[in-house]
C-alpha cells in the first residue's frame, strides 16, 4: 500500500533489534527465529512453530519474550505489561520488533508445517477453539468469520473459513491500523476479539492465543506475505 504510516515501525523495529540493551547489555542478533542465530529472511513466514530451546510451540512475540528475557534480561512481567499500547501512542518495544522482523520476509510465501507433535496439537487446538462458542453470549469465532459479506456496523468482517480469507489474515499482520494511529500485532486482534465476545480477558502470549494464530496461519499457507497491512 502506498503511504502506509506503518512504515516508520519497521525503522523503530530495526534499531531496537541491534541496539545493545537491557540488564545484560545485548542486542537480539543471536535470537534464533527458527532459522538460526540472528536469520530473519524467511523466518516469520514460517511462524508459529517448535521450539527445543523452550519445548513449546511459539509465534512471533511469545519467541520476541523468550529473547529479550534470555539473551537482554528483561522482566517478562514487564515485558508482557507494555506489549500493547495505548492509541496515539509510539508504539511498544514488541510491537515494532514484530512488525520489523515479519516484514523480513515480505515477498515470501507463508509456510507453517505441522511436522512436530506439539505444532500439530496447537493446530488442532486452535481449529478447535475457532468454532467454540462460549462466554456469556454464547459467541465463537465463526460466528464473525465463518460466512461471506458479513460486516460489524461499517466493518467487513474477513471470511477465514475461505482460503482466501485465511491468507489474507495470515499475510498482512502487524498491521496498522488508522483508527488507532498505530501498528497492531496479531496477539492485540485476537484480545481485542476476546474482549468483544465478552470473555474474560485474554493473556499476552499464551497458548489460546498462539494455538489460533497456528491454525489461521497453516489455514493462510502460500499467502505472501506483505506487512505492515492497514486495517481501518
Sequence with gaps: MEDNP?????????????QKRGPRNASLEQCDFGMGPGKLEGAAVRLPRYFADTDRV????SRLLTCMTRLQGFDRGQLIREAISAPASRGSDIEAL????TSRSNGMKVNVTLNHQKEYDMYKAGEYLFYRRSGQTDFGCVQCHGEP???IRLQDLVHMTSKAGAQEVASTW??????????????????DCVWQMRLPDLKYATDYSIALT?????????????VPGFKR
Design 149 to 151: 459479506d458479513k460486516r
Design 174 to 191: 502487524p498491521a496498522y491500523r488508522g483508527s488507532h494511529y498505530v501498528v497492531r500485532t496479531m496477539q492485540w486482534r485476537l484480545n
Design 214 to 226: 497456528t491454525y489461521l496461519n497453516r489455514q493462510g499457507n502460500d499467502a505472501v506475505m506483505q
Design 6 to 18: 506503518g512504515e516508520l515501525w519497521i525503522d523503530q523495529g530495526r534499531d531496537l533489534f541491534y
Design 58 to 61: 511459539e509465534d512471533l512475540e
Design 98 to 101: 514484530a512488525l520489523y522482523v
